[in-house]
């Protein structure tokens, strides 16, 4: 190269890297005005704040009477709303519908639907999360859909469709026996709706598989069927032995990733905590000795109660009577374990329940059977934020989190029912929804 190029090449260099300095100066800045501030982490609301966002992330928070707001910055008045973090729900299924029995229940979603229009359900699903204020999910498999919701995610992730953040499990895993399509001919080799493995390799092996294809969680269902008992007990039909979860979670933990699983009571439930899953899904009948253990290894209790009490079978079937006990275990497991201090997470099993029910109802469920609103509201912001791993990005209105924010009118830890109707939903920094309240 000649001199002249050199100095025009360093000339192109400089102009460029100028540009690239200047370029977060070029971000769009917000300023949100907000009544109320309930930022996810804080035992206490503020009144009157000020948020700056620039690009997809928040940049200050500050009191409104000493706020500086930058020159050239959209200002958005919710000044007589309610804030907080975009909400997070641990548990659910993108693609499940709520299945109507009338029309083939869960069996059709697998026999019958095509994969395309099971994606476009879900991306449907995802949508109504987000309208209601949900900017991250949780959601823990996809019901013999494959792996249809890493490429949901990164739709959602690459701009082609509105959606939460997605944190997702793929398959799932249980055992023969463990899960449906189910009362076929025994001459029918039925699909499953999770990964079927028997013994500790086929175990590691799905595991590794999912983890491979995409997986933020794995998923195992360490409980199946359950009736009652000759003594009026639940019992809960065990899948996994410990040995085959530990080759799952031990695979798992290698990913530096971590293990949700499906656990109703019993020896199912106690299998799961010793072969050292992360979190417990809905945990209807937790004993003693599992609140204990949770305590001492950490881990969390993702409750979904709302879920069980859609859709019971008539009271007088076998059927309505275990539907009933799951509901009356469930209250003294969920007061219980709340006043032992365990670490309880929001979670509804949406999918399980239609997606056209509100999402927050599960908070109303939390603050009945005994959960300060305060709680309940952190345990959909910050503390999920922390078991998925994402401390300060989400489930805080907070600088340097993910500017992930909503709005309700009225005040949520007077009434919890308001968080059932979010009127303004900002994910990443940009407006999804505005109905100023
Ligand atoms: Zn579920």
Redesign the pocket.
Known sequence: MKRFEWILFLALCLTAAAQTTSLPNQQPVIAIRAGILIDGESDKARQAQVIIVRGNRIESVSDAATAKIPAGATVIDLSKATLLPGLIDS???IF?QGEDPAQGGYDANILNAPLALRAARATVSARRALEQGFTTLRD??TEGAGYGDVGIKQAIERGYIPGPRLFVATRAISTTGGYPLEGYAPELDMPKGAQIVDGPVEARKAAREQLDHGADWI?VYMTHRSWVGKNGELVSQPTLTVDELRAIVDETHGWGRKVAC?AYGGIGLHRALDGGCDSI??GLDLDDAAISQMLKQGTWYVP?IS?YYTDWAAADSPAGQRDRLRAALHEPSFKKALKAGVRIVF?T?M??IPWTEPIAQEFSRMVELGMQPMDAIQSATSRAATMLEMDGKIGVVAPGAFADIVAVSGDPLHDIKVLENVQFVMKDGKVFKSEKP
């Open positions: 548990h659910t299924h499940l823990v498999e998923k499906h899904e809905h979904t879920v979670g099993d999918g399980g």
